[in-house]
């Protein structure tokens, strides 16, 4: 899991040892929806599920459809008592500041899985080879592990460099552990019988989207304010132009609002038709 671009396709193909053809290049998020790919451990050839999830920052799909579709593969491995053995959630190194979407991507994850969770999961930095010189990258990583990282470190996961290897990318999931442990949001839909907008996981996202119903109105009212102040028809229509589009945009995330209310079980009826196999999206 983690961000548009931070090497989530890259490392399962490195893992799996596939061709290169569905690697994203860009930060056009090139994984659009739950992708499962079966592959060997080097050690003993025993059957690993890899799982490649979008990010929270699509550059095609809202976060509630985001958050549905990733839960809703959680929801069928857990009622197929598959367990999840270990999470990797990968951060580009390269990025310089933690603000926006790495920062919103990261708090849906730990929402998500929850402090049980945690030993199991992995904090995997990216993009070493991007940095002209190490010091910059460590002096992040530093910054991690003592600030954003720190609570969930505290929990008990464990954090690794992912160096654009088969091996590398092995080290950090080739112990996979023995006891295992499903995420904290299936067992809220499942044995709790939650709403999606009642998990931890939709909590945060509702936080989000009324954060940015209200920076929209806010902007709305400056804009208004600005428009109320100017005589020129040319401006006051570049400025009535502008607040349509807000209005647009709060009324999208209100949408996105209504729709975490919806039981999510009769959100997704449909998803559990069809073969077990081709329900998980294992290849």
Not at 20 to 30: E, I, M, R, Y
Not at 49 to 78: C, H, M, Q
Not at 211 to 219: M, P, S, V
Request: aromatic residues 6%; positive net charge.
């Amino acid at each position: 899991m983690g961000p548009t671009g931070a090497g989530k396709s890259t490392f399962i193909e490195y893992a799996t040892q596939q061709n290169g053809a569905s690697v994203g290049h860009d930060l056009q998020s090139k994984t659009s929806k739950v992708l499962a790919v079966r592959s060997k451990h080097p050690k003993d050839q025993s059957s690993v599920i890899f799982v490649d999830t979008p990010g929270f920052d699509d550059t095609n799909r809202s976060d509630i459809e985001i958050l549905a579709e990733i839960a809703s593969w959680f929801v069928k491995v857990y009622k197929e008592n598959v367990p999840i053995s270990a999470i990797v959630y990968l951060h580009r190194i390269s990025d310089n500041r933690m603000a926006g979407s790495p920062l919103k991507n990261l708090q849906m994850f730990a929402s998500m899985c929850g402090y049980a969770a945690m030993p199991r999961v992995i904090l995997a930095t990216t993009m070493w080879g991007e940095l002209t010189q190490p010091a910059p990258g460590e002096q992040r990583e530093k910054e991690l592990k003592t600030t954003f990282w720190a609570d969930m470190i505290a929990q008990g996961c464990k954090v690794r460099r992912f160096g654009d290897s088969y091996e590398s990318a092995w080290k950090i999931v080739g112990n996979l552990p023995t006891e295992q442990e499903n995420i904290i949001l299936s067992r809220e839909i499942c044995d709790d019988k939650k709403k999606l907008n009642q998990t931890a996981a939709g909590v945060k996202l509702t936080e989000e989207l009324n954060r940015l119903i209200a920076d929209q109105k806010k902007a709305a009212l400056q804009i208004q304010e600005q428009a109320n102040s100017q005589s020129n028809p040319v401006l006051v229509e570049e400025l009535r132009l502008k607040q349509d589009e807000i209005k647009k945009k709060i009324g999208r995330v209100t949408a996105q609002l209504r729709l975490l209310k919806i039981p999510f079980m009769a959100k997704i009826a449909s998803f559990f038709t069809g073969k077990k196999a081709r329900k998980s999206g294992i290849q």
